[in-house]
C-alpha cells in the first residue's frame, strides 16, 4: 500500500460568520502520518472533514494526489468532478469518527462489505472473505454476525476501523478516534490504528493522546483558534514547543 500527498495551501472554512480555519498550511507527504493536536474548537475536526470534502471550504486549496478542492469544487485535469467522480474519489479515503458511526440495522459482515460490494463492485465472496481476514487482525472473528449494539465501544470502534480499511484506502483520516472511549478501551483501539489502519498510508490523526502521537506521528501540527500554531517532529513539538500557546496546552494535557 502505498499513499497519497495531501496539501493544505492558505484554507479557510466559514461556518456562517464563524471563520473555523483561518488560512491553514499543512504538508502531508506521501505515506506519512501527521498527528493533529489542540483544544477543543480549534478547527482541528473541521480541517478532516475538508480534506475529504465533506465540508467545503470558501478559500485556499487542497490538493489530495491529483485531485484539486477549492471554494468552487474538485478538479482533476482541469476539469470539474462530478457526483460520480466525488464518490469515486471519497472511495480511496478512509474516515473514522469518534461515534463510530456503523449501520445499526446490519451485523458487523454488513456493516463490512455494504461499501465494497456497492460502490467498488467488489464481488459478494471476496468481500466476505477480505472482511473475515481483517476482523481476524483486530481480533474480532467471533463477532462476524454480531450486531453493533451488542459489542463495547471498543468492539465498534475497531470494526469501524475495518471498515474504512475494506476500501484499501490511500490515505485514513481519523477524528479523535478514542475520544468516546472508556479509558481501558483506549489502548486495544490505537494498537490496531498503529499496527494495522497507518501502515504504509497517508495519514491525518487528529487526537488528544499525546503520547499516541508522539510514538506514531512524523510530524505533530498544534492548532488554535483556527490556525496552525507550530508543527515539527515529535519530539520538539512536545519536549521543546517554541511557541507559547503550544506550552501552555501541552502543560495542561500533562
Known amino acids: 500500500m502505498s499513499g497519497e500527498p495531501v496539501r493544505l495551501d492558505s484554507v479557510h472554512k466559514r461556518f456562517g460568520k464563524l ?14 502520518t501527521v498527528a493533529i493536536i489542540g483544544p477543543s474548537g480549534s478547527g482541528k ?15 485556499g486549496a487542497i490538493h489530495v494526489g491529483a485531485t484539486k478542492i477549492d471554494a468552487n469544487g474538485l478538479w482533476q485535469d482541469g ?41 467498488l ?17 483486530v481480533n474480532l472473528p467471533e463477532k462476524v454476525k454480531a450486531y453493533p449494539a451488542q459489542l463495547s465501544g471498543g468492539q465498534q470502534q475497531r470494526v469501524a476501523i475495518v471498515r474504512a480499511l ?8 481519523f477524528d479523535e478516534p478514542t475520544s468516546a472511549l472508556d479509558p481501558e478501551l483506549i489502548g486495544e483501539v490505537l494498537k490496531v490504528i ?4 497507518i501502515r504504509g498510508r497517508t495519514s491525518i490523526i487528529v487526537t488528544h493522546e499525546l503520547a499516541f502521537a508522539r510514538e506514531i506521528a512524523d510530524r505533530i501540527v498544534f492548532m488554535d483558534g483556527g490556525k496552525v500554531i507550530e508543527e515539527g517532529k515529535p519530539a520538539d513539538v512536545l519536549d521543546r514547543p517554541q511557541q507559547e500557546r503550544t506550552r501552555s496546552f501541552i502543560g495542561r494535557i500533562h
Not at 475494506?166 to 483520516?173: E, N, R, T
Not at 498503529?194 to 489502519?197: G, H, I, K, P, Q
Open 19 to 32: 471563520e473555523v480555519l483561518r488560512g491553514i498550511d499543512v504538508d502531508v507527504p506521501s505515506g506519512a
Open 45 to 59: 475536526s473541521t480541517l478532516v472533514r475538508c480534506v475529504n470534502h465533506l465540508e467545503p471550504i470558501q478559500g
Open 79 to 119: 476539469r470539474r468532478l462530478g457526483a460520480g467522480d466525488i464518490a469515486r474519489f471519497r472511495a480511496h479515503i478512509g474516515m473514522v469518527f469518534q461515534a463510530f458511526n456503523l449501520f445499526p440495522h446490519l451485523t458487523v459482515l454488513g456493516n463490512l462489505i455494504e461499501a465494497p460490494t456497492g460502490v
Open 121 to 137: 463492485r467488489m464481488p459478494r465472496g471476496e468481500a466476505v472473505d477480505r472482511a473475515i481476514d481483517l476482523l481476524a487482525k
Open 166 to 173: 475494506m476500501m484499501d484506502p490511500k490515505i485514513m483520516l
Open 194 to 197: 498503529a499496527d494495522l489502519a
